[in-house]
């Protein structure tokens, strides 16, 4: 049996060796080249295109403006689809815009012979536009529609796109009226940062046969199919989406970028294949983007510890259109709810608010890395004002073992919290460290922090949950597995073939998972996301498997005259299930002779879909040691661990490569990474790799998983989220460490010298 052991990744070979195949690697050489033009203010109008000269170039093809494209408004956002109108996510985007929303929309694009004669082109266009003011905050957003400015898109006057409150007002204002009380409030700032995947987002589209056929590295293949149907007016069977091997997503290809207009741009000229690539800094700057938000908490507690009642206000920058939109403030919404019980009240205000900036829309934690950084920056804060110690605090307010939400109906069965942070307190020597740290008064200083972090699994019951799985039984015994869920680096067709041969009993290198997902012949699947894979997509494996073995244990029967129920299979072989596991006869023999005999053959086959209708808690936390040269204002991390309740570990070496990968994405947003923009013009400043500055393998101490593993129910395979939750608490506990070092609460990201400067100057640590 393989699941639950540490089998070499079956994409492992090709990918090392060159061989896989991604997007760029299917590219036909003679490909007409696609480039948009992008508008250079950030907010008006564009009045009129000049395309005469660039048509005059030698290898134009066409050129299309945003006043040739249909007028449909479409969405991005890579949701399941649903019949239910108030589920379906916001279309508020064209292919091309006559209305500039942010800095380096797209209002045109060229189709040349090759990149060269498209780029030529690009400088000769004269567009004429009409400028207006833009407004790249929030509260500029909110301030400018109350003074009567236009805004960014007429159905949202105000630049609201969504408004959600929990206001118990009387029972919170009853909670908060004890004399005994100990409040705190503090705004906690995070920035917008970029997913840098390292391949840059790419499509190709072309017509065959009266259907539109799209290649493109995309973490949604069947979901993309229907938001590029939904933006040209098609019936959704006309179009076909193939997605070969991914580098990188992390919640940026979980939407529709350029695919629909690359599409639109092949049918402009006759069906002709149109290659559409980004530059990196196209992807820096037109795609998606994490949201920057203020979040504002106040909290009250009792002199001991226990909270009553706390507030949480956040505005969220969502930029110039809606893509996964108001979900994201939501997701930071339920993690404030979740993690802490409070004792009588609690009140929520979240804002998503259109901006001329960067589209905010998934990634990687899904708006929990900037709700934990303020939830547990206040909680620290919380516990250093009472004087208690900071896990004594969170241990006494802490989600209670047996909670079931009355939404989801989720269920915490075991004290993971309790068993996380006695795996990382005793790794990085907490109490030792803390009694160590006390008092220090140089220039250089260490102290450690921790925080910890609530994920879900799947987004049912927000959303649709379905996965679907087809098995192929080939006549050497192997068995082929297919599945609408997408591997985008991260492991999960390894881990799918571990699921495959663990429930029909065979050997592992017997499995062969089809990894190019076509929605002409790939069954049904959401996608990537929302660390949903080896927990629905391992549902419709585990049904499937079984159905197909069912299957073969009846062709078994007919081969060996013996009731299917006595019979069973093991490493390929078909057994007496309460015997020596001696091989009756081997899994090719039996289907050659099942699909060669010369009567009643058949092909053995099995195909099932399942709707998730359950979530599952994940948790865990994250503790830090640094070290911060206060002249210097600068912040070394010397020591980071993070312990996971992930249930039960399908592939222990792949589960660690994920933390590793989602902790390294935590310190850049903790320490380095914010995207910058001019704040008169909207301008992207830092929208390179050069400029923008990702944590590397020099920036990272040792990067240290543990694991709790706390076997979920729900799932057939007891797993749960692992995917995100990595990312999720590592700049908390970076910012928690640098409180204990300093004693300076750093309310901003990322912990930079610029942020470190101005608060170690505020709280009078530079010396005059």
């Given at each position: ?167 118990e007002d009387k029972a919170f204002n009853e909670a908060t009226s004890g004399t005994d009380l100990i409040k705190f409030e503090a705004v906690y700032e995070t920035p917008p940062v970029q997913h840098c995947h390292i391949e840059n987002c790419l499509s190709a589209a072309w017509m065959e046969n009266g259907r539109l056929v799209v290649l493109s590295s995309t973490q949604i293949p069947h979901i993309l199919r229907r938001i590029v149907a939904q933006a040209l007016g098609l019936p959704w069977g006309k179009v076909r989406v193939i997605k070969p091997c991914v580098g990188g997503g992390f919640g940026n290809k979980q939407d529709a970028l350029y695919e629909p207009l690359n599409a639109f741009l092949s049918m ?222 991260q492991g999960a067709d390894t881990v799918f073939a571990q699921m495959t041969a663990s429930t029909l009993g065979l050997r592992f290198e017997d499995v062969h998972i089809i990894s190019t997902q076509d929605t002409d012949t790939t069954p049904f699947g959401s996608g990537a996301y929302a660390s949903r894979q080896s927990y629905v997509g391992g549902m419709a494996v585990h049904k499937t498997a079984l159905i197909l073995k069912d299957k073969i244990l009846e062709a078994a029967e007919g081969y060996t005259k013996l009731p299917k129920e006595t019979l069973d299979i093991k490493e390929s072989q078909i057994v007496l299930k309460s015997g020596s596991n001696k091989s009756i006869v081997s899994l090719e023999e ?179």
């Amino acid at each position: 049996m393989s699941l639950g052991k540490n089998v070499t990744r079956i994409d492992a070979y090709e990918k090392v060796t060159g061989r896989a195949k991604y997007t760029a690697d299917m590219l036909d050489k003679k490909m007409l080249c696609a480039k948009v033009l992008h508008s250079t203010f950030a907010c008006g109008q564009v009045l009129s295109i000049d395309t005469s000269a660039a048509k005059a170039l030698e290898g134009i093809v066409k050129i299309v403006t945003c006043f040739d494209v249909p007028d449909i408004n479409f969405p991005t956002a890579g949701h399941p689809w649903s019949t239910d109108p108030a589920h379906q996510d916001i279309a508020d985007r064209k292919l091309l815009n006559t209305r500039v929303r942010y800095y380096g929309d797209d209002i045109a694009a060229v189709i040349a012979q090759d990149e060269i004669a498209a780029e030529r082109a690009l400088k000769l266009i004269k567009v004429e536009y009409q400028e207006e003011k833009p407004v790249l905050n929030c509260e500029d957003a909110l301030n400018a529609a109350k003074n009567g400015a236009p805004p960014l898109h007429e159905r949202f006057a105000d630049n609201v796109l969504a408004h959600t409150e929990i206001a118990e007002d009387k029972a919170f204002n009853e909670a908060t009226s004890g004399t005994d009380l100990i409040k705190f409030e503090a705004v906690y700032e995070t920035p917008p940062v970029q997913h840098c995947h390292i391949e840059n987002c790419l499509s190709a589209a072309w017509m065959e046969n009266g259907r539109l056929v799209v290649l493109s590295s995309t973490q949604i293949p069947h979901i993309l199919r229907r938001i590029v149907a939904q933006a040209l007016g098609l019936p959704w069977g006309k179009v076909r989406v193939i997605k070969p091997c991914v580098g990188g997503g992390f919640g940026n290809k979980q939407d529709a970028l350029y695919e629909p207009l690359n599409a639109f741009l092949s049918m402009c000229i006759g069906g002709r294949p149109v290659k559409l690539e980004l530059s990196r800094e196209e992807v820096f700057r037109n795609t998606r983007v994490r949201h920057g938000e203020k979040i504002t908490l106040c909290g009250w507690a009792r002199p001991d510890g226990r909270l009553v009642a706390r507030s949480y206000k956040v505005y969220s920058n969502q930029g110039a259109y809606a893509s996964h939109g108001h979900s994201v403030t939501m997701k930071g919404t339920s993690v404030f709810k979740q993690l802490y019980h409070d004792e009588k009240a609690i009140k929520t205000s979240a804002w998503t608010i259109y901006t001329n900036t960067a589209v905010g829309g998934a990634m990687r934690g899904y708006g929990t890395p900037q709700a934990i950084f303020a939830i547990e920056s206040h909680i620290e804060d919380m516990a250093l004002k009472l004087g208690i110690d900071p896990i004594e605090f969170r241990l006494k307010n802490i989600m209670p073992v047996g909670y079931e939400d009355p939404f989801a109906k989720t269920k915490l069965r075991f004290d993971a919290f309790g068993q996380c942070i006695a795996q990382c307190k005793d790794y990085i020597k907490w109490d030792e460290k803390r009694a160590r740290y006390a008092g220090q008064t140089g220039s250089i200083r260490r102290g450690v922090g921790m925080a910890l972090f609530w994920y879900n699994t799947g987004v049912w019951p927000i959303s649709l949950e379905i996965s679907s799985c087809r098995m192929v039984l080939n006549e050497d015994g192997s068995v082929q597995t297919q599945l609408g869920e997408t591997e985008i680096g991260q492991g999960a067709d390894t881990v799918f073939a571990q699921m495959t041969a663990s429930t029909l009993g065979l050997r592992f290198e017997d499995v062969h998972i089809i990894s190019t997902q076509d929605t002409d012949t790939t069954p049904f699947g959401s996608g990537a996301y929302a660390s949903r894979q080896s927990y629905v997509g391992g549902m419709a494996v585990h049904k499937t498997a079984l159905i197909l073995k069912d299957k073969i244990l009846e062709a078994a029967e007919g081969y060996t005259k013996l009731p299917k129920e006595t019979l069973d299979i093991k490493e390929s072989q078909i057994v007496l299930k309460s015997g020596s596991n001696k091989s009756i006869v081997s899994l090719e023999e039996l289907v050659t002779w099942q699909l060669y005999k010369m009567d009643g053959t058949g092909h053995i086959t099995a195909e099932a879909s399942v709707k998730a209708s359950s979530n599952a808690y994940s948790f865990g936390c994250s503790f830090a040691e640094v070290e911060v040269d206060i002249p210097l204002a600068k912040t070394r991390l010397l020591n980071i661990v993070n312990a996971h309740d992930c249930g039960a570990l399908l592939n222990p070496r792949l589960a660690e490569a994920q933390v590793h990968g989602g902790m390294s994405m935590a310190i850049g947003f903790g320490l380095s990474e914010r995207l910058i923009y001019d704040e008169k013009t909207g301008r992207l400043l830092n929208g390179n790799l050069l400029d923008y500055k990702i944590s590397t393998i020099l920036d990272h101490p040792r990067l240290e998983a543990r694991f709790v593993e706390c076997f979920e129910p729900t799932s057939p395979y007891g797993s749960k989220a692992l995917g995100e939750p990595p990312t999720v608490s590592g700049a908390a506990a970076i910012r928690n460490a640098v409180l204990n070092a300093t004693g300076v609460a750093v309310n901003t990201l990322p912990l930079c010298p610029q942020n470190l400067f101005s608060a170690f100057k505020a709280a009078g640590l530079y010396k005059k």
